[in-house]
């Protein structure tokens, strides 16, 4: 097992990517502190977790809010002893563009999905210092790397999150604390798929997923894959990173001529 005997915080782990992190870390032996604004689907989350055996509890935590998320180390440490991992997964996405977007939705946006991940980061990394180390995985994604129309709040929190993992990773790779992060392309999860699969959403569905090369979206579980190779110590001389788990979505243009005759 890969994470026998670690301690990982994972936030947003009541739904989609979050929760096959949590699932995926569990099974390699680590307990598992789940947190999210969503009780009764972080509840679900650590039912399954024990379901299988393992170790979790459940701790409702909004990461944009300073005070919880003191809350959330505080108990990670008290219940279990220390932080080995943080997994900063909770995001939203609201769109809109420049004109479109609410102000209250750009500062939620934010809030979120960037002053979230910072928050969470301040307060874990005192505690892995005092434990002697630890291993922070942001959740960003291929939006952070390039623009996406009508996603100006979104894309602008996740290119933050790419460069607050580098400075992150800069500041303290000599406290043995290693940073980085995953950028996923369209992954099955609620965000995702409570928007595509409405009544009359079909055509943002066949666009989104002819954006993969591979021509589908992917899984949380591929994802979670991901996350326990950077939560170990399989990748202990990897920092800074951001490792682009997209089917192909920034390879480049994908749609052959004849399928984009075809209208495929
Ligand atoms: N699904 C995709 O295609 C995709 C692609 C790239 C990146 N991402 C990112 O992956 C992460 C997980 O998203 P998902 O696709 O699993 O979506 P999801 O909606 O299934 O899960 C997000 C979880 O975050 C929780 N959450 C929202 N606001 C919160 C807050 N303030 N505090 C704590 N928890 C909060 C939600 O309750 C939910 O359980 C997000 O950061 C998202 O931006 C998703």
Redesign the pocket.
């Known amino acids: 097992m890969k994470l026998k005997d670690k301690v990982a915080i994972v936030?947003?782990a009541?739904?989609?990517?979050?929760r096959a992190i949590a699932l995926g870390f569990a099974g390699e032996g680590a307990k598992v502190l789940v947190?999210?604004?969503?009780r009764a689907?972080g509840e679900e989350t650590v039912k399954m977790i024990r379901d299988q055996g393992r170790e979790a509890v459940f701790l409702l935590?909004?990461?944009?809010r300073s005070e919880e998320v003191q809350k959330m180390v505080a108990t990670a440490v008290e219940k279990y002893g220390k932080i080995d991992i943080l997994v900063n997964?909770?995001?939203?996405?609201l769109l809109g563009n420049s004109q479109t977007v609410a102000e209250e939705d750009w500062n939620r946006t934010i809030a979120?999905?960037l002053t979230?991940p910072f928050l969470c980061a301040k307060y874990a990394i005192a505690k892995m210092k005092e434990s002697g180390g630890g291993v922070i995985i942001n959740?960003a994604?291929?939006e952070g790397l390039s623009g996406l129309s009508n996603q100006v709040a979104y894309s602008s929190s996740k290119g933050g999150v790419i460069n607050l993992t580098k400075c992150l990773a800069i500041d303290h790779a000599r406290d043995n604390i290693r940073v980085n992060a995953i950028c996923?392309?369209?992954?099955e999860?609620?965000?995702?798929m409570d928007l595509v699969n409405k009544e009359g959403m079909e055509p943002l569905k066949k666009y989104l997923i002819r954006q993969h090369a591979l021509r589908r979206f992917g899984k949380?579980e591929e994802i979670a894959k991901v996350a326990v190779f950077l939560a170990s110590d399989d990748s202990s001389f990897i920092i800074g990173s951001h490792i682009i788990a997209d089917g192909g979505w920034l390879c480049g243009k994908s749609m052959s001529t004849s399928e984009i005759f075809k209208g495929q």
């Open positions: 936030t947003g009541g739904s989609g990517m979050g947190t999210d604004v969503n689907g935590t909004d990461v944009s997964n909770a995001g939203v996405d979120v999905n979230g959740i994604s291929v996923p392309g369209g992954i999860t609620p965000m995702v949380p």
